[in-house]
């Protein structure tokens, strides 16, 4: 079993910083391509940010250019997403999400079907 525990949400004002992460257990996370995704009320889940399996290649969302940054320690297990300068918009859960990949495939995926291990989500309110 795969299991993917997020912490880190909370309140926080416009213009603020949080730190997310994302720990998990039971597979080999170093193969494994992560991502962070969100998902508003009302509002379809989105990506944020995905990494591949070596952290040397990540994707962002417009929206979060410049602002977010996700990064991995596979020695630790854990899947980080920086967050800074926050808005109102970034209002949402967040959920880690991850996908073995052959060690070949250097790429982040980048798809909501391409992932098939979730966990249960971390809320995050930014407050104007």
């Known amino acids: 079993q795969v299991q993917l525990v997020e912490s880190g949400g909370g309140l926080v004002q416009a213009g603020g910083s949080l730190r997310l992460s994302c720990a998990a257990s039971?597979?080999?996370?170093?193969?494994?391509?992560m991502g962070w995704f969100r998902q508003a009320p009302g509002k379809e889940r989105e990506l944020t940010e995905a990494?591949?399996?070596?952290?040397?290649?990540?994707r962002y969302a417009d929206s979060v250019k410049g602002r977010f940054t996700i990064s991995r320690d596979n020695a630790k297990n854990t899947v980080y997403l920086e967050m800074n300068s926050l808005k109102p918009e970034d209002t949402a859960v967040y959920y880690c999400?991850?996908?073995?990949?052959?060690?070949?495939?250097?790429?982040?995926?980048?798809?909501?079907?391409?992932?098939?291990?979730w966990g249960q989500g971390t809320q995050v309110t930014v407050s104007s």
């Open positions: 039971g597979g080999a996370f170093s193969s494994y391509g």
């Open positions: 990494i591949s399996w070596s952290g040397t290649r990540t």
């Open positions: 999400a991850g996908q073995p990949v052959a060690n070949y495939y250097s790429g982040p995926l980048v798809g909501l079907g391409e992932y098939n291990y």
